[in-house]
């Protein structure tokens, strides 16, 4: 299988509004490489799906991102300041929700919540309360007794209640039954219209509904960045009696032992550019693009 980026990556430089730049993060431990030359930005108001297999480097790209862990080389702008030295204003308008809860197990729900929203001006204490009605958590159970799935709804509510302009989740709806997680995309969208979205996820079907632009990583590379209208408008799966030429257009291609399986955008290869005989000429969803460039 060959692959190739269909979308640059502006240098560091052209991009200082955006509120998260990465540019040739590389992440090393040992001899295992959990980011290679990765780069990416998130324009204001965007909602990004990070997607990728086990291991693609989607949470050491977040940990970089956010200072808690620190690669070899690259450069990194959290909210416009280096994210290891990030000011009181700039914690102010961030939101993380980790793969894990981190939670204070001893406390009850309603003292961990008004604890964590004594650090934020903006916590607004009658939302948070409502949401806790809403996704039935109950405020006076200890966080050691809650459930997973309550577990990660705390989480969520301790990442929002200070409303925050850009918010990064890390498999944050795991644990949730399909209608909670719907649920929870509403409230995540419906609040603060304007917030900037990281969202990693394997629940494909779930990121399709609400991205404005999709990331796909592989092997701590990110292989494809774009709007994913965009994608969803241009890129194609195609069968082809022969293998279609490498280069630009041509993101994937898998030969068999009678055709060729090939995924290319339209933009850069056009369909007239197809050879003769070539058929199945289908639009994918996520799951179905997700298949063909990840195996």
């Not at 295992?32 to 291991?55: E, F, Q």
Request: hydrophobic content about 45%; aromatic content about 6%; overall charge negative.
């Amino acid at each position: 299988m060959t692959m190739t980026q269909p979308q640059l990556i502006p240098p560091l430089a052209a991009m200082s509004d955006d509120p998260v730049l990465l540019e040739d993060v590389t992440l090393a431990y040992g001899d295992i490489i959990a980011l290679n030359n990765a780069s990416l930005r998130l324009p204001t108001g965007s909602v990004v799906g990070l997607a990728g297999s086990n291991g693609a480097g989607k949470s050491s790209l977040i940990r970089c991102l956010l200072g808690l862990t620190l690669p070899q080389s690259g450069r990194i702008r959290l909210l416009g300041e280096d994210p290891r030295e990030l000011s009181d204003a700039a914690r102010a308008r961030l939101g993380y929700v980790p793969q894990t809860p981190e939670l204070i197990e001893w406390m009850k729900v309603d003292q961990h919540l008004d604890y964590i929203g004594a650090f934020y001006p903006d916590w607004d204490a009658a939302r948070v309360a409502d949401w806790c009605a809403k996704w039935d958590l109950p405020p006076r159970q200890k966080v050691a007794g809650l459930s997973l799935g309550q577990k990660q709804k705390l989480s969520l509510l301790l990442a929002l209640g200070h409303a925050p302009q850009l918010l990064v989740l890390d498999e944050p709806v795991a644990s949730f039954d399909p209608l909670m997680r719907r649920e929870f995309m509403r409230t995540l969208f419906d609040e603060t219209p304007d917030r900037t979205v990281l969202i990693s996820s394997h629940l494909l079907s779930d990121l399709e509904r609400v991205i404005s632009h999709l990331v796909l990583m592989k092997n701590g590379r990110v292989l494809l960045v774009d709007e994913w209208d965009a994608l969803n408008e241009n890129l194609r799966r195609v069968v082809s009696p022969i293998r279609l030429p490498s280069g630009p257009g041509v993101l994937a291609q898998h030969t068999g032992s009678e055709d060729t399986t090939a995924v290319i955008d339209t933009r850069q290869f056009p369909l007239s550019d197809l050879p003769s005989g070539a058929r199945q000429v289908m639009a994918m969803n996520l799951d179905e693009l997700f298949v063909e460039l990840m195996s």
